[in-house]
């Protein structure tokens, strides 16, 4: 069982950035793939970025790809999604979730845990 919280979103003018966080419980955090997924409203939810278990391998969606940098600190059970040069269209609630090593990191289905969520609001 991992349980996974979310934090750092927030209201930002278009062009900052914001640092997420998602700390996670359990002593198998090493073991997951984690990645990073948005929802904003009236939209399926999206895949935006995961990093392997070992922390070496990272996937980026197209459209954050250059802005957005995902890493992971396995001593300290967390990974984190810096969000920079944020525009208006990046607004959405961020999910973090975990997945044993899967094929299709980017798929939604393949993580078993998921975090609450954290808005974030980018104004122009």
């Known amino acids: 069982q991992v349980q996974l919280v979310e934090s750092g979103g927030g209201l930002v003018q278009a062009g900052g950035s914001l640092r997420l966080s998602c700390a996670a419980s359990?002593?198998?955090?090493?073991?997951?793939?984690m990645g990073w997924f948005r929802q904003a409203p009236g939209k399926e939810r999206e895949f935006v970025a995961a990093?392997?278990?070992?922390?070496?391998?990272?996937y980026y969606a197209n459209s954050v790809k250059g802005r957005f940098t995902i890493s992971r600190d396995n001593a300290k059970n967390t990974v984190y999604l810096q969000m920079n040069s944020l525009k208006p269209e990046d607004t959405a609630v961020y999910y973090c979730?975990?997945?044993?090593?899967?094929?299709?990191?980017?798929?939604?289905?393949?993580?078993?845990?998921w975090g609450q969520g954290t808005q974030v609001t980018v104004s122009s």
């Open positions: 979730a975990a997945a044993l090593p899967t094929p299709d990191i980017t798929a939604p289905g393949g993580y078993r845990y």
């Open positions: 359990g002593r198998t955090f090493s073991s997951y793939d």
């Open positions: 990093i392997r278990w070992g922390g070496y391998t990272t």
